[in-house]
């Protein structure tokens, strides 16, 4: 679901222009775009064994559950290679997504240039989380591979990986997980699917089609 703010802001159409020229640089595998998301996933076992599905019946389910706890998962998707990867942690925290961002550059993209981030405004999303996750050495080493860009407030819909988080969550989360170790083989699997088939996605809103569709976000300039 797209979430607009009410009203003209700046601040919004700034970050919304400078992600959407991101999305429309030339491909470049020394400097590849990589989109970064997290949720929350809530961990639910069952009272009683659900009933298997049969010819004509779905499984059916008791209505009594128990809470598990969370479960968190971050979402890194590279859009041009139709790559991504999922990790599932049990906190979200500032050190997590330090180090969730260090194996991708350690990792798939240690002999790029570059890493372009694109990512919402969560307080984790700095790089100074770094600095908490390891020593000043290295902090610095990862900072300075990164290019980072933030989504608008009010903006998820700019970020791609909004959108592999849906389809994670609409293809394999859409029922009673109940502790993490299933939740990290099920997620595997589905990770593995996409990426065998290089699932990519294509970006076509422009900088150009925001200054017509949302043109009201955009202030007034009096002379």
């Not at 559950?65 to 906190?91: C, S």
């Not at 290019?147 to 903006?155: A, L, M, Q, R, V």
């Amino acid at each position: 679901m797209w979430c607009i703010p009410p009203t003209a802001s700046a601040e919004f159409v700034y970050h919304m222009e400078d992600v959407l020229d991101v999305y429309h640089r030339p491909s470049d595998p020394q400097h590849p775009v990589v989109c970064l998301d997290e949720a929350t996933k809530q961990l639910i076992g069952e009272v009683r064994e659900p009933l298997p599905a049969r010819p004509g019946e779905v499984e059916r389910c008791d209505c009594e559950y128990v809470r598990n706890g969370t479960a968190t998962l971050f979402v890194a998707v590279d859009p041009v290679a139709g790559w991504r990867e999922v990790t599932v942690t049990d906190h979200r925290c500032r050190t997590d997504w330090a180090h969730f961002v260090k194996e991708l550059l350690d990792g798939r993209y240690r002999d790029v240039d570059t890493v372009t981030l694109v990512m919402d405004q969560l307080n984790t999303h700095s790089p100074a989380s770094f600095y908490e996750a390891f020593d000043p050495a290295e902090a610095k080493r990862l900072t300075d591979k990164l290019e980072i860009h933030h989504t608008p407030k009010h903006g998820s819909w700019l970020n791609i990986a909004e959108i592999e988080l849906s389809a994670l969550s609409r293809q394999c989360l859409d029922r009673r997980i109940a502790d993490t170790e299933i939740l990290k083989r099920e997620v595997e699997t589905w990770k593995a699917g996409r990426n065998d088939a290089k699932t990519r996605v294509r970006w076509r809103f422009t900088t150009a089609n925001a200054r017509i569709k949302l043109h009201r976000l955009y202030p007034s300039i009096k002379p």
